[in-house]
């Protein structure tokens, strides 16, 4: 091939780029920018998948102004070609219009030249390329897309929150529910909707150190969405592919602690041209107007470069009001710049809070109510509204005047559009938790040991000799070397051993800090009494995790125990169990409850037992007390947990290290009452108001019926089966709604899309996917579907078909074409264009007058009447026929232009519809609600002005045709 600088090629496997341009060669690589879809490509120049685009005489080709030219001259100079010819609007002659002003929307893909070309495909590829089409245009158009694939529950609140904020452009907002409901999901469900949505391509998630993993597990196991994480090391690596090594990847995951450590990183990272950063635990953020930490200045920095910002905490306002304005700041500083003026601002809110709350229980409202909402609600909206419910109207108008009252008090409140804020108290389907604390005598092996320990510890910190202390197991295997079984006498292996065989039909999750500990345990469960348990720790990979879980989750024949680490059970939900133990117990309150909330989760069905044996007169009876007494940290949630286990661990530490309790008593009661003012506190600075509006009530409800209606779609099942047939993958059922899918060695290409080498286990079935870990979730938002639409579109599976109708009604010989057309507008896919006017399948059955039967035709049905013909056949049934098929194909054309504009019509109508509503009502909240900010009604308008300009510009193409031969045998 040679190529020259702005000559037009067109791709092979890309068709719908548009018609590109050669921008850069050199000795090896050639790239082409394809400008109508703002997509470059770089190929090796001797086997580029491209075509050159030459037109000839007679030709009418569109400038890039719009302007059309008839070919009457084509001039080659230098490898490019200008065209000499009239230009229809002015019928002006001699116009010249050179290859590189072509316009870029020109399309190049006809199934008819296959079809004469005798490269004719199955009919079974024909349909399933039709249907491919009729599917991918479904799920565009849908509402819920981006929410109906993820492997997870159908929580209200959770779907509520994302739907509502992951349809924004560039969402700035603090996710702040409770621990265990979910806003690593919420977080997810938002990232996916804004990855296939085009509105985020490149998204940073900062954590600390210790969530990374399950930051990584969640993503991949729940929305199948890759990060890498990137370290010191990784960073490394990558220079050698580019100078910022964050340019390397589009979905980075990295710990806080990584970017405050090193400023080159943190510098590189700022110029990363993120669409979205996603930070969790942002209550570590410390920060007052004099003196912001180091990790807030961080989370600053990157936040003041980025359109889209999400920030999870679970205590919101546990540090002070301070502290939650300073993270407010970080998402909108003009708007949150004084902190007195917020205060102010958030005490106004509690009035209107008990007044919703009596609108909510149908209470008659009191003047203070009524004059608050007035306030609030210009009086001419209001006062209509309050005549309805106080004349006691029908009961239906009364309920519709309260719920609109509500609606308008939601949309104007405080930080109710950039916080959300649910809470146990307001989500109701929590279980129990039941504690059983357990102390027992220490071994005098233990003792010994540890005396031996204390007496050669030399120089030690308080801190490490504490944390020492925590694990007599370890202290003594270190004098007594490997081949010592301390689980041969350490009465919590007892204990253990015995409750299992007490619990038979139960699952038991056994947690440990410990990696070495963990493995213990299942050898001593398994050589003393043959207990079927599995271990689950950070030294495995993700698939070697994924088998254990599934063997836990098994319920038949699988094992009754899992043992994990503490950093092996983050970011896995075992709510199948409800039996927890606490073989040790962890430092710090915010593990703790991380342990509980591996079981005590929304959706959780059991009360949960808690056991923790623990020896007396060692550090852990310690920790337990204080954990029990001080915090109540076992039976209920501990938001308050950290802040008290700040003021105390000096005096906690100590203790831990020395062995010495006489102040503990002491501590405990401080605790106690700190840790009750602390929740007085937070339960008085509950914002209802902001309760309810996150939890989304009714609509939330519509949402997860409408996911439900979705699940367990036959179409979904019977299209995978197909497309993996085609593809050429292998297919084994496994029973238990799951199959096994494995490449096989007549595959269409090498590798497939989301399937590794190894194969999958998938199941078509939610239930069973939340249950089983190692199965892949197959919906279609999978990769696995959606990967599998795109190879059949772009490797032009099914384009062109033959097939012979067998119906003695009509005359043999009677020929049908079968057309379909699809309408799309090239465009950015960021732009939103997909919500509006996906591609679009037309159908036409033309008959040999010109006529359109596709309405009197249904396409399964009619289907359901054809026979195949093999190649050599249909090749030979086109050849004879192929002058009239020319003619149906130029009818067909004639006939297509029409629902083609409705289309286009149609499509403005409903971006009209759906972003006029959407930029009148952030206007009008503008006037009320300073949380609108200015680039969110400024994206929209200019949304709307390009959708326009792409939609009137949206071209149609044959896409794909079948030849239709009515025969009597």
């Given at each position: 091939?040679?190529?020259?600088?702005?000559?037009?090629?067109?791709?092979?496997?890309?068709?719908?780029?548009?018609?590109?341009?050669?921008?850069?060669?050199?000795?090896?690589?050639?790239t082409?920018?394809?400008?109508?879809?703002?997509?470059?490509?770089?190929?090796?120049?001797?086997?580029a998948?491209?075509?050159?685009?030459?037109?000839?005489v007679?030709?009418?080709?569109?400038?890039?102004?719009?302007?059309?030219?008839?070919?009457?001259?084509?001039?080659?100079?230098?490898?490019?070609?200008?065209?000499?010819?009239?230009?229809?609007?002015?019928?002006?002659?001699?116009?010249?219009?050179?290859?590189?002003?072509?316009?870029?929307?020109?399309?190049?893909?006809?199934?008819?030249d296959?079809?004469?070309?005798?490269?004719?495909?199955?009919?079974?590829?024909?349909?399933?390329?039709?249907?491919?089409?009729?599917?991918?245009?479904?799920?565009?158009?849908?509402?819920?897309?981006?929410?109906?694939?993820?492997?997870a529950?159908?929580?209200?609140?959770?779907?509520?929150?994302?739907?509502?904020?992951?349809?924004?452009?560039?969402?700035?907002?603090?996710?702040?529910?409770?621990?265990?409901?979910?806003?690593?999901?919420?977080?997810?469900?938002?990232?996916h909707?804004?990855?296939?949505?085009?509105?985020?391509?490149?998204?940073?998630?900062?954590?600390?150190?210790?969530?990374?993993?399950?930051?990584?597990?969640?993503?991949?196991?729940?929305?199948?969405?890759?990060?890498?994480?990137?370290?010191?090391?990784?960073?490394i690596?990558?220079?050698?592919?580019?100078?910022n090594?964050?340019?390397t990847?589009?979905?980075?995951?990295?710990?806080?602690?990584?970017?405050?450590?090193?400023?080159?990183?943190?510098?590189?990272?700022?110029?990363?041209?993120?669409?979205?950063?996603?930070?969790?635990?942002?209550?570590?953020?410390?920060?007052?107007?004099?003196?912001?930490?180091?990790?807030?200045?961080?989370?600053?920095?990157?936040?003041?470069?980025?359109p889209?910002?999400?920030?999870?905490?679970?205590?919101?306002?546990?540090?002070?009001?301070?502290?939650?304005?300073?993270?407010?700041?970080?998402?909108?500083?003009?708007?949150?710049?004084?902190?007195?003026?917020?205060?102010?601002?958030?005490?106004?809110?509690?009035?209107?809070?008990?007044?919703?709350?009596?609108l909510f229980?149908?209470?008659q409202?009191?003047?203070?109510?009524?004059?608050?909402?007035?306030?609030?609600?210009?009086?001419?909206?209001?006062?209509?509204?309050?005549?309805?419910?106080?004349?006691?109207?029908?009961?239906?108008?009364?309920?519709?005047?309260?719920?609109?009252?509500?609606?308008?008090?939601?949309?104007?409140?405080?930080?109710?559009?950039?916080?959300?804020?649910?809470?146990?108290?307001?989500?109701?389907?929590?279980?129990?938790?039941?504690?059983n604390l357990?102390?027992?005598?220490?071994?005098?092996?233990?003792?010994?040991?540890?005396?031996?320990?204390?007496?050669?510890?030399?120089?030690?910190?308080?801190?490490?000799?504490?944390?020492?202390?925590?694990?007599?197991?370890?202290?003594?295997?270190?004098?007594?070397?490997?081949?010592?079984?301390?689980?041969?006498?350490?009465?919590?292996?007892?204990?253990?051993?015995?409750k299992?065989?007490?619990?038979?039909?139960?699952?038991?999750?056994?947690?440990?800090?410990?990696a070495?500990?963990?493995?213990?345990?299942?050898?001593?469960?398994?050589?003393?009494?043959?207990?079927?348990?599995?271990?689950?720790?950070?030294?495995?990979?993700?698939?070697?995790?994924?088998?254990?879980?599934?063997?836990?989750?098994?319920e038949?024949?699988?094992?009754?125990?899992?043992?994990?680490?503490?950093?092996g059970?983050?970011?896995?939900?075992?709510?199948?169990?409800?039996?927890?133990?606490?073989?040790?117990?962890?430092?710090?309150?915010?593990?703790?409850?991380?342990?509980?909330?591996?079981?005590?989760?929304?959706?959780?069905?059991?009360?949960?037992?808690?056991?923790?044996p623990?020896?007396?007169?060692?550090?852990?009876?310690?920790?337990?007390?204080?954990?029990?007494?001080?915090?109540?940290?076992?039976?209920?949630?501990?938001?308050?947990?950290?802040?008290?286990?700040?003021?105390?661990?000096?005096?906690?530490?100590?203790?831990?290290?020395?062995?010495?309790?006489?102040?503990?008593?002491?501590?405990?009661?401080?605790?106690?009452?700190?840790?009750?003012?602390?929740?007085?506190?937070?339960?008085?600075?509950?914002?209802?108001?902001?309760?309810?509006?996150?939890?989304?009530?009714?609509?939330?409800?519509?949402?997860?019926?409408?996911?439900?209606?979705?699940?367990g779609?036959?179409?979904?099942?019977?299209?995978?089966?197909?497309?993996?047939?085609?593809i050429?993958?292998?297919?084994?059922?496994?029973?238990?709604?799951?199959?096994?899918?494995?490449?096989?060695?007549?595959?269409?290409v090498?590798?497939?899309?989301?399937?590794?080498y190894?194969?999958?286990?998938?199941t078509f079935?939610?239930?069973?996917?939340?249950?089983?870990?190692?199965?892949?979730?197959?919906?279609?938002?999978?990769?696995?579907?959606?990967?599998?639409?795109?190879?059949?579109?772009?490797?032009?599976?099914?384009t062109?078909?033959?097939?012979?109708?067998?119906?003695?009604?009509?005359?043999?010989?009677?020929?049908?074409?079968?057309?379909?057309?699809?309408?799309?507008?090239?465009?950015?896919?960021?732009?939103?264009?997909?919500?509006?006017?996906?591609?679009?399948?037309?159908?036409?059955?033309?008959?040999?007058?010109?006529?359109?039967?596709?309405?009197?035709?249904?396409?399964?049905?009619?289907?359901?009447?054809?026979?195949?013909?093999?190649?050599?056949?249909a090749?030979?049934?086109?050849?004879?026929?192929?002058?009239?098929?020319?003619?149906?194909?130029?009818?067909?054309?004639?006939?297509?232009?029409?629902?083609?504009?409705?289309?286009?019509?149609?499509?403005?109508?409903?971006?009209?519809a759906?972003?006029?509503?959407?930029?009148?009502?952030?206007?009008?909240?503008?006037?009320?609600?300073?949380?609108?900010?200015?680039?969110?009604?400024?994206?929209?308008?200019?949304?709307?002005?390009?959708?326009?300009?792409?939609?009137?510009?949206?071209?149609?193409?044959?896409?794909?045709?079948?030849?239709?031969?009515?025969?009597?045998?």
């Amino acid at each position: 091939m040679t190529f020259a600088i702005g000559q037009r090629w067109i791709s092979d496997t890309e068709s719908d780029l548009g018609l590109g341009t050669v921008v850069a060669v050199d000795a090896r690589t050639v790239t082409v920018m394809f400008a109508a879809s703002e997509d470059n490509r770089v190929y090796a120049r001797n086997d580029a998948p491209v075509t050159r685009v030459i037109f000839n005489v007679g030709d009418t080709v569109e400038s890039q102004q719009g302007w059309t030219l008839t070919v009457d001259e084509v001039i080659e100079e230098d490898g490019l070609v200008s065209y000499v010819g009239t230009r229809e609007d002015t019928q002006e002659s001699g116009v010249v219009l050179r290859e590189i002003l072509l316009s870029n929307q020109i399309r190049f893909n006809k199934p008819q030249d296959k079809l004469y070309a005798g490269q004719v495909d199955r009919m079974d590829n024909f349909v399933l390329r039709y249907r491919a089409l009729q599917n991918q245009y479904q799920q565009h158009k849908s509402p819920m897309r981006g929410l109906c694939g993820m492997r997870a529950g159908l929580i209200p609140h959770q779907l509520y929150i994302a739907h509502e904020v992951g349809r924004r452009h560039a969402p700035r907002v603090l996710l702040a529910d409770e621990v265990g409901l979910g806003k690593t999901i919420e977080a997810g469900m938002i990232i996916h909707q804004q990855v296939l949505a085009g509105r985020a391509e490149r998204i940073l998630i900062v954590v600390p150190e210790t969530l990374q993993h399950q930051w990584l597990v969640e993503m991949l196991r729940r929305f199948n969405l890759h990060f890498s994480v990137f370290d010191e090391e990784r960073c490394i690596e990558a220079f050698a592919e580019a100078d910022n090594p964050f340019d390397t990847q589009q979905l980075v995951l990295c710990s806080l602690d990584f970017l405050r450590k090193s400023r080159k990183r943190f510098e590189q990272a700022l110029e990363g041209d993120w669409d979205l950063l996603v930070v969790d635990e942002a209550h570590h953020l410390e920060w007052s107007e004099e003196k912001p930490s180091r990790e807030y200045q961080v989370i600053e920095g990157l936040a003041e470069r980025t359109p889209g910002v999400l920030l999870l905490t679970a205590t919101p306002e546990q540090l002070g009001r301070e502290s939650h304005f300073a993270r407010l700041r970080l998402l909108d500083a003009d708007r949150f710049f004084d902190y007195q003026a917020f205060v102010q601002e958030e005490e106004q809110y509690a009035p209107v809070a008990d007044a919703v709350a009596s609108l909510f229980t149908g209470e008659q409202l009191s003047n203070d109510a009524k004059n608050q909402i007035t306030e609030l609600l210009s009086e001419q909206d209001v006062e209509p509204l309050f005549r309805i419910i106080e004349n006691d109207a029908d009961e239906e108008s009364c309920a519709n005047a309260r719920q609109e009252l509500i609606d308008n008090l939601m949309d104007r409140h405080g930080t109710g559009r950039v916080l959300f804020r649910n809470t146990r108290a307001a989500i109701k389907g929590f279980p129990k938790r039941m504690v059983n604390l357990m102390p027992m005598a220490i071994p005098s092996q233990y003792n010994t040991s540890m005396r031996v320990a204390g007496m050669l510890g030399g120089k030690m910190s308080d801190e490490a000799r504490a944390l020492k202390n925590l694990y007599p197991e370890e202290i003594f295997q270190e004098f007594e070397g490997d081949e010592s079984s301390w689980w041969q006498f350490d009465p919590r292996v007892d204990w253990l051993i015995e409750k299992v065989k007490d619990k038979r039909s139960d699952k038991i999750l056994v947690i440990a800090s410990r990696a070495a500990t963990a493995l213990q345990l299942e050898q001593a469960l398994r050589e003393r009494e043959g207990i079927r348990a599995t271990v689950f720790h950070e030294g495995m990979s993700i698939l070697e995790r994924d088998k254990a879980a599934a063997y836990f989750a098994q319920e038949e024949g699988g094992a009754q125990v899992l043992i994990c680490s503490e950093i092996g059970s983050e970011g896995r939900n075992f709510q199948f169990a409800n039996q927890l133990v606490m073989f040790d117990l962890p430092f710090n309150p915010d593990l703790l409850e991380q342990r509980i909330g591996r079981l005590d989760r929304i959706g959780q069905q059991n009360d949960i037992d808690v056991h923790v044996p623990y020896l007396e007169g060692t550090s852990q009876g310690i920790l337990a007390r204080w954990f029990n007494e001080g915090l109540n940290a076992f039976a209920e949630t501990c938001p308050t947990g950290r802040t008290v286990y700040e003021q105390h661990s000096g005096a906690l530490i100590k203790m831990l290290a020395s062995g010495d309790i006489t102040e503990l008593d002491d501590v405990i009661e401080q605790s106690h009452k700190m840790n009750q003012e602390l929740k007085a506190q937070l339960e008085q600075g509950r914002d209802r108001l902001l309760e309810m509006h996150s939890n989304g009530g009714e609509k939330a409800q519509k949402i997860v019926d409408q996911i439900s209606a979705t699940d367990g779609d036959t179409n979904l099942v019977t299209f995978a089966l197909s497309l993996f047939d085609t593809i050429g993958l292998n297919q084994d059922d496994k029973g238990e709604n799951a199959l096994v899918v494995t490449p096989s060695e007549h595959m269409l290409v090498p590798s497939y899309p989301g399937l590794p080498y190894e194969g999958a286990t998938i199941t078509f079935d939610r239930d069973t996917a939340l249950s089983r870990e190692d199965m892949n979730f197959i919906s279609w938002e999978h990769p696995m579907i959606q990967g599998g639409i795109d190879l059949i579109m772009s490797e032009g599976v099914g384009t062109s078909a033959v097939s012979l109708l067998k119906n003695k009604a009509l005359p043999v010989g009677t020929i049908l074409v079968e057309l379909v057309y699809c309408v799309d507008a090239q465009a950015p896919k960021r732009s939103g264009i997909s919500r509006f006017l996906p591609k679009t399948p037309i159908r036409l059955m033309m008959d040999q007058r010109g006529n359109d039967l596709s309405a009197q035709v249904e396409f399964d049905s009619f289907n359901r009447q054809l026979s195949p013909v093999n190649r050599h056949l249909a090749s030979k049934l086109v050849n004879s026929v192929q002058a009239q098929i020319h003619t149906m194909i130029e009818a067909g054309d004639k006939a297509v232009t029409e629902p083609v504009e409705r289309i286009r019509q149609q499509a403005k109508q409903d971006m009209h519809a759906s972003l006029n509503a959407e930029l009148e009502r952030l206007q009008a909240l503008k006037a009320v609600n300073p949380n609108i900010r200015d680039e969110e009604i400024v994206a929209i308008e200019e949304q709307i002005n390009q959708l326009d300009s792409y939609i009137e510009k949206a071209q149609y193409q044959l896409d794909s045709l079948r030849l239709i031969v009515v025969s009597h045998n």
